[in-house]
């Protein structure tokens, strides 16, 4: 059984920085995608970024240059490092992963961006 936990989510004010963090458990061989996104109520489930097995990295326009993603394959773990947030940032971030054609998810991290 795959599983996805997400930690590091919170409250912080504009312009500051959060770190993101999913830890994957569970049998699996390989990881191809991993993956972060993000939804508000009533919204659809966005990509905010996303890193492949080789290291390829792609970003949704809104967050480039404040976000970053990465990945340690040992451990089975992907990061979000959130800079210079803004209130739009505010959302339930949710950390996937693709593994043998299959796309996993976790329970999701609440990300608040206020003043």
Known sequence: Q???VESGGGLVQP?????LSCV?????FSI????????NPGKQRDLVAVINSGGTINYADSVK???T????????MVHLQMNNLKPEDTAVYYCSI????RRYWGQGTQ?????
């Open 2 to 4: 795959v599983q996805l």
């Open 32 to 39: 191809n995608t991993m993956d972060w996104y993000r939804q």
């Open 98 to 101: 693709v593994t043998n054609g």
């Open 24 to 28: 994957v458990s569970g049998s699996i």
């Open 111 to 115: 990300v608040t961006v206020s003043s």
């Open 65 to 67: 240059g404040r976000f």
């Open 69 to 76: 993603i990465s990945r340690d394959n040992a451990k089975k």
């Open 15 to 19: 312009g500051g920085s959060l770190r």
